[in-house]
């Protein structure tokens, strides 16, 4: 999933600091499932914005809606019905979803409530970790399914480096783990460690987005 973090409460205040009547955003996907941009969110902000600015003596009325995701037009739609009697949408929907309300509606100021961190899963309760870079070229078969590129700090595709420390740490930082270390124990584990005596060929980054925006077009699911 696309993790966020809700942007400080000052810095979203200063944003609003020319607005007294805004649509606050949350969205259904991954940001609810994060904890950062859903419903629970949107209530739990909106009530902190009202107090902050009340105490300021420039009340903020608050439109408070959480859409099924703000990534899909159709979802967008509900929201065109009241947007001209408010001056700006604080959405609280990953770096996407903002974008593509910035561009659903571009005669509407658009603020961003979250900052987008990364794509990762739920290690457990509360505790979020990144798994993926979206690279565009997938070698988890050769890896044991631990991705070099998201797991090794330096984004090795043949490790380890020297930095590796004995009990299988990162130099970067001796809370990570190495992630090559983890790849070969993995390989260990499965009988498949000839797969890390294969040099990996040199990474080939145009699929990455350091080529610009990326596109996939489906022209079967086209209409």
Request: with cysteine.
């Amino acid at each position: 999933m696309i993790m966020g973090e809700q942007k400080p409460l000052e810095v979203i205040l200063g944003m609003l600091t020319p607005y007294d009547k805004i649509v606050l955003a949350g969205c259904h996907g991954c940001v609810t499932v994060c904890r950062a941009g859903g419903a629970k969110e949107v209530e739990i902000l909106a009530s902190s914005l009202r107090l902050a600015r009340e105490s300021e003596g420039r009340p903020l009325e608050i439109k408070e809606v959480t859409l099924e995701r703000q990534c899909d037009p159709e979802y967008l739609e509900a929201m065109r019905p009241y947007l001209e009697d408010y001056q700006a949408i604080l959405s609280i929907a990953c770096g996407a979803g903002i974008q593509f309300v910035a561009e659903k509606y571009p005669s509407t100021i658009v603020l961003p409530g979250l900052d987008t961190t990364f794509i990762g899963v739920t290690e457990k309760q509360g505790l979020w970790a990144e798994r993926c870079q979206a690279c565009g070229n997938c070698v988890l078969h050769l890896t044991g399914g631990i991705c070099p590129v998201a797991r090794c700090s330096k984004s090795l595709f043949n490790g380890p480096c020297g930095g590796t420390t004995t009990d299988g740490r990162c130099e970067v930082n001796k809370e990570i783990p190495c992630g090559w270390m983890m790849i070969i124990d993995r390989l260990r584990s499965l009988n498949q460690l000839e797969n890390y005596r294969k040099n990996l060929p040199m990474k080939s980054w145009k699929t990455s987005r350091d080529g610009g925006p990326r596109r996939i077009v489906r022209e079967d699911l086209m209409e």
